[in-house]
């Protein structure tokens, strides 16, 4: 079985990338799902976020606080670098566990959807890396559009991450996601064919 590490930078059209695999009935394995997972009230990994940065991050009901984590983490490099500290040893042991799930089931492909692949240095449990890649200007046009966030809060989240060049650079494969969404879809179907997958036209 081959692990398609799939990333890119913020809004660049990994869920769009993702819902193609799926499409051919490749199974996703979902970093932000697992990060959600991680965090439930009374979880060890919410108990240590409210250890490490407060317990103002965790709300009256005992749930975390996204929006108020997410303002003091993607404004502040070292307090972001503090909850991956937190976060990615938790998250590399569950998706481990989710690729040899995977395994057992003798399948081609497995897709691990990362946002913060690079970031968290998971590139070890993928064997292809492919990065959904568009220009700067749209990716925040994008973002602000999707988010309905200003200019300020999505240039903070794009500037948080890894360059998106340094991604590209770092990749295997690189998906242009600049066009149409069925532009994208053809590449990454050409992309699985060049892998001897028997696509699935639709
Ligand atoms: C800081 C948190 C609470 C903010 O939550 P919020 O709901 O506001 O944002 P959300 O999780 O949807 O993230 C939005 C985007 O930010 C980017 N992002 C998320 N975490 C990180 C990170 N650790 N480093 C860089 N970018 C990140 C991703 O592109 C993501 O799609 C949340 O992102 C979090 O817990 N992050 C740490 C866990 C993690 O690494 N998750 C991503 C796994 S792929
Ligand atoms: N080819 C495209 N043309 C126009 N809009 C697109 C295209 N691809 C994606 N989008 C839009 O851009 C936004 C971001 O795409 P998507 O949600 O797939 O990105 P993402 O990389 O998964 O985001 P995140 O990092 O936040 O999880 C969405 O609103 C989506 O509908």
Redesign the pocket.
Known sequence: MEVIGLT????????????IFKEQGISIIDA?VIARELVVPGSVALQQIAEHFGSEYVTDEGQLNRKALGRLVFGDAQKLTELNGIMSPLLRQAIKAQIEQSAAQATQFVVL?A?TLFEAHFEDLADDIMV?N?PEAVQLN??M???GSSEQEASNRITSQLPLAEKVARATVVID?????A??KAQVLKWLESKGFQVIKK
């Open positions: 890119g930078g913020i809004a660049t059209g990994k869920s769009t990338v993702s819902r932000d959807d946002a959904v568009i994008r973002l559009a999707r988010d996601n600049s066009g149409t969404v532009e994208t």
